[in-house]
């Protein structure tokens, strides 16, 4: 409930502290231009903290450091994912196991995956320790994920306090539902499952329709059987040849 997400994620007259975490920097990525973006609205903003860490300071024991000194409500993964990792700039690879071990230093309860194909890694962590998760489902340009980071923090910052009530709607404000899931213990299930179950009914439908037209079929053959095998006996009855009038 809205109620428990404020509990969780903040009190009233605070500030909604988000760490960037950036991943690899391939070229094929503008990560530096999503980090300036994000650190400008924090710095612009009187209901956001943002603090970005460099690719130079990104190796997964300096994060670990980081967050033995400071917490925040929100860890924001920026980058490249094939599903199963997180590579951050330094190198290191990150599996579900260590961005569960990163929220749990952070004291963080909410996630933002901000990388292709991010659903399935992030919900070990949304079923033992944070509170919400927005992640991707399948495959995502950068500048949409840009656009999505960006539409998700400065609608959390208009909405300000308590953060819980805000979340919701702020994920409503970034308009991709479709794509951009945002994940509580068993939504990722529900997700994914849901459209599975959805072409299994279908096909069921369809099975007891073809089953309900060869039945009516099948049961106008055994009619016109029977019929026939009545008119045989009643022939043979009568003492008349089978196939005479």
Known sequence: TDWVLWRLCGVWGMKFRVLIVPGKIDGSLNIAEEMLRLANLGNNSDKLYVETITPQQSKEIDIVSLLQRSKFDCIHLLGHSDGETFELASGDVLTDDHILALCKDAEA??????????????????????????????????????????????????????????????????????????LTDGEYVSNMIAPIIARLDRFDQERKDAFGMFGGKLDSILDRIANMSQSVSSSLAKGVPIGTS
Request: charged fraction near 20%; aromatic fraction near 12%.
């Open 109 to 182: 309860k909410v996630l933002f995956l901000n990388a292709c194909s991010s659903a399935a890694l992030c919900q070990y962590a949304v079923n033992t320790t944070i509170a919400v998760a927005l992640a991707w489902v399948g495959p995502v340009v950068d500048d949409d994920a840009i656009v999505a980071a960006l539409r998700f923090y400065n609608a959390v910052a208009g909405f300000g306090e308590p953060w819980g009530s805000g979340l919701r709607r702020a994920y409503e404000a970034v308009g991709e539902k479709r794509r951009l899931l945002w």
